[in-house]
């Protein structure tokens, strides 16, 4: 966690692909908890890109706008 761009990373959320040892422990029948997935070193986990948002909600307001424009 000594990484910034990692830490900013993880708090603006999204998906991430996890490579790492898998394991489960669950005493109890159905034996359906305690699932764990361990990274082996940063380069496990993957981050998936960010769609633009800003510019998706922006584009979209735009269209909006002229389609109010025409429209009127």
Known sequence: LADPGFVERVRRGGPIEVTGIAGQADDDPPYDAGYRLAPREPEDLAFVPLPPVREIL????ILLVAAAIVLL
């Open 58 to 61: 922006l584009g979209a307001l």
